[in-house]
Protein backbone atom coordinates (compact mmCIF):
# COMPACT_ATOMS: atom_id res chain seq x y z
CA UNK A 1 0.00 0.00 0.00
CA UNK A 2 1.59 3.16 -1.28
CA UNK A 3 -0.34 6.59 0.75
CA UNK A 4 0.87 9.58 -1.33
CA UNK A 5 2.78 12.23 1.15
CA UNK A 6 -0.36 14.67 0.88
CA UNK A 7 -2.96 12.41 2.38
CA UNK A 8 -0.54 11.14 4.96
CA UNK A 9 -0.52 14.55 6.01
CA UNK A 10 -3.95 15.73 5.57
CA UNK A 11 -5.01 11.87 8.19
CA UNK A 12 -1.79 13.02 10.71
CA UNK A 13 -3.66 16.62 10.82
CA UNK A 14 -7.49 15.63 10.54
CA UNK A 15 -6.61 13.11 13.17
CA UNK A 16 -4.54 15.62 15.38
CA UNK A 17 -1.94 13.41 15.78
CA UNK A 18 1.01 15.58 14.96
CA UNK A 19 1.81 19.06 15.74
CA UNK A 20 3.36 21.50 13.17
CA UNK A 21 7.03 20.98 14.52
CA UNK A 22 7.20 17.11 14.57
CA UNK A 23 5.39 17.34 10.62
CA UNK A 24 8.21 19.54 9.47
CA UNK A 25 10.55 17.35 11.46
CA UNK A 26 9.16 14.69 9.35
CA UNK A 27 9.47 16.66 5.62
CA UNK A 28 12.95 17.32 6.02
CA UNK A 29 13.94 13.45 7.12
CA UNK A 30 12.16 12.91 3.94
CA UNK A 31 14.07 14.75 1.90
CA UNK A 32 17.46 13.72 3.80
CA UNK A 33 16.41 9.97 3.24
CA UNK A 34 14.43 9.72 0.70
CA UNK A 35 11.93 7.85 2.05
CA UNK A 36 8.19 7.95 1.97
CA UNK A 37 6.70 9.79 4.45
CA UNK A 38 4.00 6.78 5.67
CA UNK A 39 7.34 4.56 6.20
CA UNK A 40 8.74 7.29 8.58
CA UNK A 41 5.53 8.14 9.93
CA UNK A 42 5.73 4.32 11.33
CA UNK A 43 9.47 3.91 11.58
CA UNK A 44 8.90 7.66 14.07
CA UNK A 45 6.43 5.48 15.76
CA UNK A 46 4.28 8.72 15.29
CA UNK A 47 1.50 6.23 14.16
CA UNK A 48 1.52 2.28 14.34
CA UNK A 49 0.87 0.57 10.95
CA UNK A 50 -2.50 -0.26 12.12
CA UNK A 51 -3.36 3.31 13.20
CA UNK A 52 -2.12 4.82 10.06
CA UNK A 53 -4.09 2.11 7.95
CA UNK A 54 -7.51 2.72 9.85
CA UNK A 55 -7.27 6.22 9.28
CA UNK A 56 -6.72 5.91 5.44
CA UNK A 57 -9.71 3.15 5.37
CA UNK A 58 -12.00 5.50 6.88
CA UNK A 59 -10.74 8.37 4.30
CA UNK A 60 -11.45 5.80 1.06
CA UNK A 61 -14.54 4.05 2.73
CA UNK A 62 -12.94 0.72 2.33
CA UNK A 63 -13.63 -1.37 5.81
CA UNK A 64 -10.92 -1.70 8.18
CA UNK A 65 -10.36 -5.73 9.01
CA UNK A 66 -7.95 -7.03 11.93
CA UNK A 67 -7.19 -10.31 10.41
CA UNK A 68 -6.63 -12.46 12.84
CA UNK A 69 -4.28 -15.46 11.01
CA UNK A 70 -5.00 -18.50 13.42
CA UNK A 71 -8.47 -18.15 13.31
CA UNK A 72 -8.70 -17.98 9.62
CA UNK A 73 -10.45 -21.61 8.22
CA UNK A 74 -7.84 -22.85 6.34
CA UNK A 75 -10.86 -24.30 3.51
CA UNK A 76 -11.82 -20.87 3.02
CA UNK A 77 -8.07 -19.60 2.86
CA UNK A 78 -7.81 -22.23 0.06
CA UNK A 79 -10.55 -20.75 -2.20
CA UNK A 80 -7.59 -18.46 -3.20
CA UNK A 81 -4.22 -20.42 -4.80
CA UNK A 82 -1.28 -19.63 -1.86
CA UNK A 83 0.72 -18.54 -5.27
CA UNK A 84 -2.15 -16.14 -6.66
CA UNK A 85 -2.78 -14.70 -2.86
CA UNK A 86 0.90 -13.90 -3.05
CA UNK A 87 1.15 -12.87 -6.19
CA UNK A 88 -1.94 -10.09 -5.03
CA UNK A 89 -1.59 -9.69 -1.69
CA UNK A 90 -5.01 -10.82 -1.33
CA UNK A 91 -6.37 -13.73 1.23
CA UNK A 92 -10.05 -14.99 1.57
CA UNK A 93 -10.86 -14.77 5.57
CA UNK A 94 -14.17 -15.18 5.68
CA UNK A 95 -17.88 -15.88 3.68
CA UNK A 96 -20.90 -13.73 4.01
CA UNK A 97 -23.74 -16.26 4.03
CA UNK A 98 -23.37 -18.66 1.02
CA UNK A 99 -21.54 -16.84 -1.95
CA UNK A 100 -20.33 -13.34 -0.61
CA UNK A 101 -16.60 -13.87 -0.10
CA UNK A 102 -14.79 -11.46 2.10
CA UNK A 103 -11.44 -10.53 0.82
CA UNK A 104 -8.37 -8.73 2.36
CA UNK A 105 -5.95 -6.86 0.86
CA UNK A 106 -3.17 -4.57 1.19
CA UNK A 107 -4.15 -1.98 -1.73
CA UNK A 108 -7.62 -2.16 -2.45
CA UNK A 109 -6.84 0.27 -5.19
CA UNK A 110 -5.10 -2.44 -7.05
CA UNK A 111 -7.17 -2.12 -9.93
CA UNK A 112 -5.95 -5.00 -12.08
CA UNK A 113 -5.97 -7.09 -8.73
CA UNK A 114 -9.14 -6.85 -8.21
CA UNK A 115 -10.20 -7.69 -11.80
CA UNK A 116 -8.35 -11.20 -11.56
CA UNK A 117 -9.59 -11.80 -8.36
CA UNK A 118 -13.33 -11.03 -9.62
CA UNK A 119 -12.24 -14.02 -12.65
CA UNK A 120 -10.65 -16.52 -10.02
CA UNK A 121 -13.58 -15.85 -7.09
CA UNK A 122 -16.92 -14.63 -8.90
CA UNK A 123 -17.81 -11.01 -8.97
CA UNK A 124 -19.70 -11.49 -4.86
CA UNK A 125 -16.95 -10.08 -3.22
CA UNK A 126 -16.24 -7.83 -0.17
CA UNK A 127 -13.35 -6.26 -0.04
CA UNK A 128 -11.82 -5.22 3.05
CA UNK A 129 -8.47 -3.57 3.66
CA UNK A 130 -5.96 -4.60 6.30
CA UNK A 131 -2.03 -4.09 7.54
CA UNK A 132 0.88 -5.67 5.51
CA UNK A 133 2.00 -7.49 8.87
CA UNK A 134 -0.99 -8.80 9.28
CA UNK A 135 -1.79 -9.84 5.50
CA UNK A 136 1.51 -11.54 5.87
CA UNK A 137 0.81 -13.72 8.81
CA UNK A 138 -2.74 -14.82 7.03
CA UNK A 139 -0.55 -15.50 3.72
CA UNK A 140 1.63 -17.47 6.29
CA UNK A 141 -1.19 -19.86 7.00
CA UNK A 142 -1.06 -21.87 3.41
CA UNK A 143 2.23 -23.11 4.93
CA UNK A 144 2.09 -26.36 7.78
CA UNK A 145 3.09 -26.40 11.31
CA UNK A 146 6.70 -26.44 12.19
CA UNK A 147 6.89 -30.02 12.48
CA UNK A 148 5.88 -30.82 8.88
CA UNK A 149 7.89 -28.14 7.58
CA UNK A 150 10.85 -29.22 9.37
CA UNK A 151 10.12 -32.54 8.20
CA UNK A 152 9.93 -31.99 4.48
CA UNK A 153 13.14 -29.38 4.53
CA UNK A 154 15.16 -32.42 6.64
CA UNK A 155 14.38 -35.43 4.55
CA UNK A 156 15.46 -33.63 1.37
CA UNK A 157 18.99 -33.40 2.89
CA UNK A 158 19.75 -37.40 3.87
CA UNK A 159 23.33 -37.51 4.08
CA UNK A 160 24.82 -38.75 6.59
CA UNK A 161 27.66 -36.69 7.39
CA UNK A 162 29.32 -36.86 10.78
CA UNK A 163 28.77 -33.21 13.10
CA UNK A 164 32.47 -32.08 11.93
CA UNK A 165 31.97 -32.73 8.38
CA UNK A 166 30.53 -29.27 7.13
CA UNK A 167 30.20 -29.08 3.21
CA UNK A 168 30.09 -25.84 1.83
CA UNK A 169 26.70 -26.24 0.47
CA UNK A 170 25.11 -26.91 3.42
CA UNK A 171 25.49 -23.33 4.46
CA UNK A 172 24.36 -21.71 0.93
CA UNK A 173 20.98 -19.20 1.36
CA UNK A 174 18.92 -22.41 -0.31
CA UNK A 175 20.38 -25.25 1.69
CA UNK A 176 18.20 -27.02 3.69
CA UNK A 177 19.98 -26.12 7.03
CA UNK A 178 19.26 -22.38 5.82
CA UNK A 179 15.91 -22.95 5.19
CA UNK A 180 15.85 -24.95 8.58
CA UNK A 181 17.01 -21.97 10.60
CA UNK A 182 14.34 -19.61 8.68
CA UNK A 183 11.65 -21.76 9.87
CA UNK A 184 12.74 -22.11 13.30
CA UNK A 185 12.87 -18.25 13.29
CA UNK A 186 9.70 -17.79 11.54
CA UNK A 187 7.62 -20.10 13.75
CA UNK A 188 9.57 -18.21 16.87
CA UNK A 189 8.35 -14.63 15.85
CA UNK A 190 4.31 -15.84 14.80
CA UNK A 191 4.10 -17.90 18.38
CA UNK A 192 5.63 -14.97 20.13
CA UNK A 193 8.63 -16.21 21.69
CA UNK A 194 11.22 -14.14 22.94
CA UNK A 195 14.36 -16.61 22.33
CA UNK A 196 15.03 -19.69 20.69
CA UNK A 197 17.00 -22.22 22.30
CA UNK A 198 19.24 -25.11 20.21
CA UNK A 199 20.02 -27.05 22.85
CA UNK A 200 22.33 -30.44 21.89
CA UNK A 201 22.02 -33.65 23.22
CA UNK A 202 23.58 -36.76 23.11
CA UNK A 203 20.83 -38.56 20.40
CA UNK A 204 19.72 -35.67 18.94
CA UNK A 205 19.40 -31.51 19.15
CA UNK A 206 16.34 -30.75 20.51
CA UNK A 207 14.77 -26.77 19.88
CA UNK A 208 12.88 -24.81 22.86
CA UNK A 209 10.94 -21.44 22.89
CA UNK A 210 10.22 -19.27 25.76
CA UNK A 211 6.90 -18.27 25.12
CA UNK A 212 5.34 -16.13 28.09
CA UNK A 213 8.43 -16.24 30.02
CA UNK A 214 7.59 -20.29 30.05
CA UNK A 215 9.95 -22.58 27.80
CA UNK A 216 8.27 -24.70 25.82
CA UNK A 217 9.64 -28.16 23.49
CA UNK A 218 9.01 -27.74 20.19
CA UNK A 219 10.93 -30.30 17.99
CA UNK A 220 14.17 -32.56 18.19
CA UNK A 221 16.10 -32.43 15.37
CA UNK A 222 18.64 -35.15 14.26
CA UNK A 223 21.77 -35.03 15.57
CA UNK A 224 23.75 -34.47 12.52
CA UNK A 225 22.34 -31.59 12.18
CA UNK A 226 23.99 -30.02 14.83
CA UNK A 227 26.97 -28.62 12.92
CA UNK A 228 25.96 -26.98 10.07
CA UNK A 229 23.09 -25.64 12.16
CA UNK A 230 25.19 -23.62 14.44
CA UNK A 231 27.69 -22.98 11.71
CA UNK A 232 24.67 -21.26 9.92
CA UNK A 233 23.48 -19.16 12.64
CA UNK A 234 27.26 -18.49 12.82
CA UNK A 235 27.68 -16.67 9.73
CA UNK A 236 24.67 -14.84 9.93
CA UNK A 237 25.76 -13.60 13.38
CA UNK A 238 29.28 -13.01 11.77
CA UNK A 239 31.18 -15.07 14.10
CA UNK A 240 33.70 -17.40 14.01
CA UNK A 241 32.55 -21.07 12.75
CA UNK A 242 35.75 -22.29 13.77
CA UNK A 243 35.62 -21.15 17.53
CA UNK A 244 33.82 -23.92 19.36
CA UNK A 245 35.74 -23.44 22.71
CA UNK A 246 34.86 -20.11 23.75
CA UNK A 247 31.37 -18.16 24.16
CA UNK A 248 30.53 -15.79 21.38
CA UNK A 249 27.93 -13.14 20.73
CA UNK A 250 26.67 -11.87 17.85
CA UNK A 251 23.33 -10.05 16.00
CA UNK A 252 21.61 -10.03 12.86
CA UNK A 253 18.40 -8.95 11.47
CA UNK A 254 15.93 -10.99 9.55
CA UNK A 255 12.34 -9.49 7.71
CA UNK A 256 9.27 -11.48 8.87
CA UNK A 257 5.46 -10.88 8.17
CA UNK A 258 6.34 -7.46 6.79
CA UNK A 259 8.61 -6.56 10.26
CA UNK A 260 12.07 -6.43 10.84
CA UNK A 261 13.54 -8.37 14.03
CA UNK A 262 16.66 -8.46 15.74
CA UNK A 263 18.13 -11.07 16.62
CA UNK A 264 20.63 -11.04 19.96
CA UNK A 265 22.97 -14.68 19.53
CA UNK A 266 24.72 -16.36 22.23
CA UNK A 267 26.82 -19.34 21.37
CA UNK A 268 27.76 -21.17 24.46
CA UNK A 269 29.89 -24.92 24.78
CA UNK A 270 28.40 -27.41 26.95
CA UNK A 271 29.09 -31.06 27.21
CA UNK A 272 27.34 -32.24 24.21
CA UNK A 273 28.42 -29.60 21.69
CA UNK A 274 27.34 -25.93 21.38
CA UNK A 275 24.62 -24.66 22.56
CA UNK A 276 22.46 -21.26 20.70
CA UNK A 277 20.20 -19.03 21.98
CA UNK A 278 18.55 -16.20 19.62
CA UNK A 279 16.80 -13.54 21.63
CA UNK A 280 14.03 -12.07 19.46
CA UNK A 281 13.66 -8.26 19.14
CA UNK A 282 10.80 -6.78 17.13
CA UNK A 283 12.38 -3.64 15.72
CA UNK A 284 9.17 -2.52 14.58
CA UNK A 285 7.49 -2.34 17.79
CA UNK A 286 6.00 0.79 18.80
CA UNK A 287 6.21 1.53 22.51
CA UNK A 288 3.25 0.39 24.51
CA UNK A 289 1.46 3.29 26.81
CA UNK A 290 1.82 2.96 30.42
CA UNK A 291 -1.99 1.42 30.46
CA UNK A 292 -1.31 -1.39 28.33
CA UNK A 293 1.92 -2.28 30.37
CA UNK A 294 -0.33 -2.83 33.34
CA UNK A 295 -0.24 0.83 35.14
CA UNK A 296 -3.33 1.80 36.99
CA UNK A 297 -4.46 4.19 39.85
CA UNK A 298 -1.83 5.64 41.88
CA UNK A 299 0.84 4.30 40.50
CA UNK A 300 0.50 5.27 36.82
CA UNK A 301 -0.25 8.95 38.19
CA UNK A 302 3.25 8.95 40.47
CA UNK A 303 5.39 7.78 37.74
CA UNK A 304 3.61 10.48 35.19
CA UNK A 305 4.44 13.14 37.83
CA UNK A 306 8.05 11.66 38.26
CA UNK A 307 9.08 11.37 34.76
CA UNK A 308 7.99 14.92 33.92
CA UNK A 309 10.68 16.47 36.43
CA UNK A 310 13.30 18.62 35.57
CA UNK A 311 15.80 16.73 37.41
CA UNK A 312 16.07 13.70 39.96
CA UNK A 313 16.39 9.85 39.28
CA UNK A 314 13.70 6.83 38.43
CA UNK A 315 14.71 3.42 39.51
CA UNK A 316 12.71 0.17 38.32
CA UNK A 317 13.66 -2.65 40.33
CA UNK A 318 13.16 -6.18 39.16
CA UNK A 319 15.11 -9.73 38.55
CA UNK A 320 16.00 -10.16 34.79
CA UNK A 321 13.24 -10.80 32.31
CA UNK A 322 10.90 -8.46 34.48
CA UNK A 323 10.28 -6.21 31.77
CA UNK A 324 12.19 -3.59 33.17
CA UNK A 325 13.99 -2.62 29.30
CA UNK A 326 10.29 -2.66 28.60
CA UNK A 327 9.20 0.04 30.79
CA UNK A 328 11.65 2.63 30.41
CA UNK A 329 11.66 2.36 26.32
CA UNK A 330 7.91 3.60 26.42
CA UNK A 331 8.87 6.31 29.19
CA UNK A 332 12.07 7.56 26.73
CA UNK A 333 9.48 7.08 24.10
CA UNK A 334 6.80 9.43 26.47
CA UNK A 335 10.02 12.00 26.79
CA UNK A 336 10.96 11.87 23.50
CA UNK A 337 10.72 15.00 21.76
CA UNK A 338 13.02 17.45 19.41
CA UNK A 339 13.55 19.73 21.97
CA UNK A 340 15.24 17.57 24.67
CA UNK A 341 18.88 15.75 24.24
CA UNK A 342 18.16 11.78 25.34
CA UNK A 343 21.55 9.48 26.19
CA UNK A 344 21.96 6.42 27.23
CA UNK A 345 24.43 3.79 28.07
CA UNK A 346 22.72 0.24 28.00
CA UNK A 347 24.40 -3.32 27.72
CA UNK A 348 23.00 -4.49 25.37
CA UNK A 349 20.90 -2.21 23.12
CA UNK A 350 17.62 -3.88 23.34
CA UNK A 351 15.56 -1.46 21.89
CA UNK A 352 15.83 1.15 19.53
CA UNK A 353 14.61 4.52 20.29
CA UNK A 354 14.38 7.11 17.19
CA UNK A 355 16.04 10.36 17.65
CA UNK A 356 18.22 9.21 21.40
CA UNK A 357 21.66 8.82 21.63
CA UNK A 358 22.33 5.29 22.60
CA UNK A 359 25.46 3.69 23.70
CA UNK A 360 26.28 -0.24 23.95
CA UNK A 361 28.63 -0.94 26.80
CA UNK A 362 32.05 -2.44 25.36
CA UNK A 363 34.20 -3.69 28.39
CA UNK A 364 36.93 -4.85 26.28
CA UNK A 365 37.11 -1.19 24.94
CA UNK A 366 36.83 0.06 28.09
CA UNK A 367 33.06 1.41 27.42
CA UNK A 368 31.78 0.82 30.82
CA UNK A 369 28.37 1.70 32.56
CA UNK A 370 31.09 4.38 34.91
CA UNK A 371 33.33 5.24 31.29
CA UNK A 372 30.10 5.67 29.59
CA UNK A 373 27.99 7.79 32.22
CA UNK A 374 31.33 10.32 32.59
CA UNK A 375 31.16 10.80 29.15
CA UNK A 376 27.41 11.45 28.35
CA UNK A 377 27.72 14.08 30.97
CA UNK A 378 29.92 15.96 28.60
CA UNK A 379 27.41 15.41 25.87
CA UNK A 380 24.83 18.33 27.32
CA UNK A 381 21.83 15.95 27.98
CA UNK A 382 18.51 16.50 29.76
CA UNK A 383 17.63 12.77 29.93
CA UNK A 384 19.96 10.35 30.82
CA UNK A 385 19.29 6.00 31.18
CA UNK A 386 21.87 4.23 32.32
CA UNK A 387 21.54 0.33 31.82
CA UNK A 388 21.76 -1.03 34.94
CA UNK A 389 23.80 0.30 38.46
CA UNK A 390 25.81 -2.58 39.23
CA UNK A 391 28.72 -0.56 41.42
CA UNK A 392 29.23 2.46 43.87
CA UNK A 393 31.27 4.60 41.22
CA UNK A 394 28.23 4.16 38.77
CA UNK A 395 26.05 5.10 41.60
CA UNK A 396 27.35 8.08 42.84
CA UNK A 397 27.91 9.16 38.83
CA UNK A 398 24.14 8.77 38.42
CA UNK A 399 23.49 10.89 41.52
CA UNK A 400 25.29 13.72 40.96
CA UNK A 401 23.96 13.46 37.58
CA UNK A 402 20.25 13.80 38.94
CA UNK A 403 21.61 16.29 41.34
CA UNK A 404 23.03 18.82 38.63
CA UNK A 405 19.89 18.95 36.43
CA UNK A 406 19.51 16.12 34.38
CA UNK A 407 16.76 13.30 35.26
CA UNK A 408 18.60 9.96 34.94
CA UNK A 409 16.63 6.62 34.51
CA UNK A 410 18.25 3.56 35.72
CA UNK A 411 17.50 -0.02 36.86
CA UNK A 412 18.78 -2.14 39.88
CA UNK A 413 18.09 -5.69 40.60
CA UNK A 414 16.28 -5.69 44.33
CA UNK A 415 13.40 -7.72 45.62
CA UNK A 416 10.95 -4.98 45.45
CA UNK A 417 11.18 -1.20 45.54
CA UNK A 418 11.75 -0.36 49.12
CA UNK A 419 14.91 -2.78 48.67
CA UNK A 420 16.34 -0.45 46.57
CA UNK A 421 17.04 2.33 49.01
CA UNK A 422 19.45 0.35 51.07
CA UNK A 423 21.10 -0.97 48.04
CA UNK A 424 22.09 2.48 46.85
CA UNK A 425 23.34 2.88 50.79
CA UNK A 426 25.05 0.02 50.81
CA UNK A 427 26.82 1.08 47.53
CA UNK A 428 28.05 4.11 49.54
CA UNK A 429 25.92 6.55 48.18
CA UNK A 430 25.60 9.48 51.07
CA UNK A 431 21.72 9.01 52.53
CA UNK A 432 21.03 12.50 52.19
CA UNK A 433 21.92 12.15 48.31
CA UNK A 434 19.67 9.36 47.58
CA UNK A 435 16.66 11.32 50.16
CA UNK A 436 17.02 14.42 47.25
CA UNK A 437 17.33 12.73 43.97
CA UNK A 438 15.17 9.69 44.12
CA UNK A 439 11.72 10.55 42.94
CA UNK A 440 10.15 6.76 42.44
CA UNK A 441 11.07 3.65 42.43
CA UNK A 442 9.04 0.73 40.32
CA UNK A 443 9.46 -2.38 41.50
CA UNK A 444 8.04 -4.62 38.81
CA UNK A 445 7.48 -8.41 37.32
CA UNK A 446 5.72 -10.20 34.74
CA UNK A 447 2.78 -12.29 34.44
CA UNK A 448 1.01 -14.44 32.19
CA UNK A 449 -1.97 -12.87 30.63
CA UNK A 450 -5.16 -14.81 30.57
CA UNK A 451 -6.37 -15.99 26.71
CA UNK A 452 -9.58 -13.88 27.32
CA UNK A 453 -11.70 -16.32 24.96
CA UNK A 454 -11.46 -19.45 27.06
CA UNK A 455 -10.82 -18.16 30.68
CA UNK A 456 -13.59 -19.58 33.06
CA UNK A 457 -14.53 -17.87 36.53
CA UNK A 458 -15.22 -20.23 39.34
CA UNK A 459 -16.17 -19.70 43.42
CA UNK A 460 -13.22 -20.52 45.96
CA UNK A 461 -14.43 -22.03 48.84
CA UNK A 462 -13.79 -21.45 52.65
CA UNK A 463 -10.78 -22.72 53.04
CA UNK A 464 -9.41 -20.78 49.98
CA UNK A 465 -10.78 -17.49 50.91
CA UNK A 466 -9.19 -17.56 53.97
CA UNK A 467 -5.29 -19.11 52.39
CA UNK A 468 -6.08 -16.06 50.12
CA UNK A 469 -6.60 -13.22 53.30
CA UNK A 470 -3.57 -14.92 55.07
CA UNK A 471 -1.00 -14.93 51.87
CA UNK A 472 -2.24 -11.82 50.23
CA UNK A 473 -2.33 -9.66 53.95
CA UNK A 474 -5.77 -8.39 53.09
CA UNK A 475 -6.36 -7.30 57.05
CA UNK A 476 -2.99 -5.09 56.71
CA UNK A 477 -4.19 -3.86 53.33
CA UNK A 478 -7.47 -2.20 54.91
CA UNK A 479 -9.52 -5.37 54.05
CA UNK A 480 -11.77 -6.82 51.74
CA UNK A 481 -13.27 -2.83 51.90
CA UNK A 482 -10.38 -1.44 50.19
CA UNK A 483 -9.75 -4.26 47.36
CA UNK A 484 -13.22 -3.77 46.87
CA UNK A 485 -11.94 -0.24 46.18
CA UNK A 486 -9.14 -0.64 44.03
CA UNK A 487 -11.32 -2.65 42.17
CA UNK A 488 -13.67 0.14 41.33
CA UNK A 489 -10.45 2.24 40.44
CA UNK A 490 -8.75 -0.39 38.27
CA UNK A 491 -11.96 -0.82 36.18
CA UNK A 492 -12.71 2.64 35.88
CA UNK A 493 -8.72 2.43 34.07
CA UNK A 494 -9.75 -0.21 32.11
CA UNK A 495 -8.13 -2.85 33.89
CA UNK A 496 -9.48 -6.34 32.96
CA UNK A 497 -10.35 -8.16 30.14
CA UNK A 498 -13.39 -8.19 27.63
CA UNK A 499 -14.59 -11.83 26.66
CA UNK A 500 -15.84 -13.66 23.56
CA UNK A 501 -17.27 -16.29 25.90
CA UNK A 502 -16.28 -19.06 24.08
CA UNK A 503 -15.47 -22.66 25.98
CA UNK A 504 -17.00 -21.80 29.36
CA UNK A 505 -15.01 -18.27 29.15
CA UNK A 506 -16.17 -15.66 31.41
CA UNK A 507 -18.65 -13.07 30.23
CA UNK A 508 -18.40 -9.88 29.52
CA UNK A 509 -20.39 -8.89 32.58
CA UNK A 510 -18.17 -10.53 35.03
CA UNK A 511 -15.35 -8.56 33.04
CA UNK A 512 -16.94 -5.60 33.39
CA UNK A 513 -18.32 -5.69 37.18
CA UNK A 514 -16.91 -5.67 40.09
CA UNK A 515 -17.11 -7.75 43.15
CA UNK A 516 -18.47 -6.76 46.63
CA UNK A 517 -16.55 -9.86 47.70
CA UNK A 518 -13.67 -11.98 47.06
CA UNK A 519 -15.68 -14.95 46.02
CA UNK A 520 -14.74 -14.79 42.40
CA UNK A 521 -11.73 -15.87 40.79
CA UNK A 522 -10.54 -16.70 37.24
CA UNK A 523 -8.35 -19.56 35.72
CA UNK A 524 -7.60 -20.99 32.61
CA UNK A 525 -9.29 -23.24 30.73
CA UNK A 526 -7.96 -26.51 31.36
CA UNK A 527 -8.35 -27.17 26.82
CA UNK A 528 -7.58 -23.86 26.17
CA UNK A 529 -8.30 -22.63 22.59
CA UNK A 530 -6.93 -22.06 19.24
CA UNK A 531 -6.43 -18.25 19.92
CA UNK A 532 -3.90 -19.39 23.01
CA UNK A 533 -2.54 -22.24 21.44
CA UNK A 534 -4.53 -24.81 23.86
CA UNK A 535 -1.90 -22.72 26.85
CA UNK A 536 -4.56 -21.07 28.37
CA UNK A 537 -2.44 -18.06 28.42
CA UNK A 538 -1.83 -15.26 25.98
CA UNK A 539 0.97 -12.60 26.59
CA UNK A 540 1.56 -10.94 29.78
CA UNK A 541 1.05 -7.81 31.74
CA UNK A 542 2.95 -6.15 34.59
CA UNK A 543 2.23 -6.06 38.37
CA UNK A 544 4.29 -2.71 39.64
CA UNK A 545 4.90 -1.08 43.01
CA UNK A 546 5.31 2.38 42.45
CA UNK A 547 7.57 4.02 45.97
CA UNK A 548 6.94 7.60 46.04
CA UNK A 549 9.81 9.36 47.94
CA UNK A 550 7.84 11.43 50.69
CA UNK A 551 9.01 14.14 52.76
CA UNK A 552 8.29 11.21 55.16
CA UNK A 553 10.52 8.31 53.73
CA UNK A 554 13.25 11.24 52.87
CA UNK A 555 13.60 11.38 56.50
CA UNK A 556 13.04 7.68 57.74
CA UNK A 557 16.44 6.99 54.03
CA UNK A 558 18.61 9.51 56.38
CA UNK A 559 17.84 8.25 59.15
CA UNK A 560 19.09 4.50 57.51
CA UNK A 561 15.47 3.00 58.13
CA UNK A 562 15.22 -0.85 56.80
CA UNK A 563 13.56 -1.82 54.35
CA UNK A 564 10.85 -3.05 55.86
CA UNK A 565 9.78 -0.75 58.15
CA UNK A 566 9.89 2.03 54.86
CA UNK A 567 7.67 -0.81 53.05
CA UNK A 568 5.43 -0.68 55.96
CA UNK A 569 4.90 2.71 56.16
CA UNK A 570 4.82 3.66 52.88
CA UNK A 571 1.70 0.58 52.45
CA UNK A 572 -0.02 2.05 55.57
CA UNK A 573 -3.00 4.00 55.18
CA UNK A 574 -6.42 4.42 52.67
CA UNK A 575 -4.23 5.94 50.35
CA UNK A 576 -0.92 4.11 50.71
CA UNK A 577 1.03 2.00 48.31
CA UNK A 578 -0.01 -1.06 46.37
CA UNK A 579 2.34 -3.64 46.36
CA UNK A 580 3.18 -6.06 43.36
CA UNK A 581 1.50 -8.79 45.05
CA UNK A 582 -1.77 -6.67 45.84
CA UNK A 583 -1.45 -5.32 42.18
CA UNK A 584 -1.61 -8.66 41.17
CA UNK A 585 -4.11 -10.01 43.15
CA UNK A 586 -6.93 -7.07 42.08
CA UNK A 587 -5.47 -8.13 38.15
CA UNK A 588 -6.33 -11.65 39.17
CA UNK A 589 -10.09 -10.47 40.42
CA UNK A 590 -10.51 -8.53 37.02
CA UNK A 591 -9.68 -11.66 34.49
CA UNK A 592 -6.28 -10.63 33.39
CA UNK A 593 -4.12 -13.16 35.34
CA UNK A 594 -4.62 -16.25 37.99
CA UNK A 595 -3.61 -16.08 41.63
CA UNK A 596 -1.64 -18.97 40.70
CA UNK A 597 1.09 -16.68 38.31
CA UNK A 598 1.18 -14.02 40.96
CA UNK A 599 2.49 -16.33 43.63
CA UNK A 600 4.90 -18.12 40.92
CA UNK A 601 6.53 -14.41 40.35
CA UNK A 602 6.23 -12.76 44.09
CA UNK A 603 7.09 -15.44 46.64
CA UNK A 604 10.26 -14.97 48.23
CA UNK A 605 12.18 -17.81 49.58
Known sequence: MRIPDSLVETLLKAGKKVSEEQLQALREQEATEKK???????????????????????????PFVELNAKDIDHEILKLLPERIARQYNAVVFGLEGKDIKLIAMEDPDDIQALNFLQKQLGSDLKVHITTSSLLQAALDQYRGNISSELTKVIASNQEDEADDDIDESDLAEDSPVAQTVNILIEYGVQSGASDIHIEPREDFVVVRYRIDGMLREANKLPRKLLGSLVSRIKI????????????????????????VYALRVSTLPILDGEKVVMRILNESTKAAEFT??????????????????????????????????????????????????????????EYHVVGANQTQVNAIAGMTFTNGLRALLRQDPNIIMVGEIRDGETADLAVQAALTGHLVFSTLHTNNAATCLPRLLDMGVEPFLIASTVRVIVGQRLV???????????????????????TFKLPEHGGVKRVHDLEVSAMADGIGLSSSGKKGGASNDEASTTTTDINRLFRAHEEGCDSCNHSGYKGRVGIYEVLKNTP???????????????????????????????DGFIKALRGQTTIEEILRVTTQE
Open 36 to 62: PLQDLVIKNNVLSEKELTKLYAAEIEV
Open 552 to 582: EIQGMIVGNTTAEVIEKTVVAGENGMVTMQL
Open 448 to 470: RRLCPDCRESYQPDAAVLKQLDK
Open 236 to 259: LSNLKIDEHRAPQDGRFKVEVSGN
Open 292 to 349: DLGFWGSALENLKQAIIQPHGMVLVTGPTGSGKSTTLFSVLTTLNTPNVNISTVEDPV
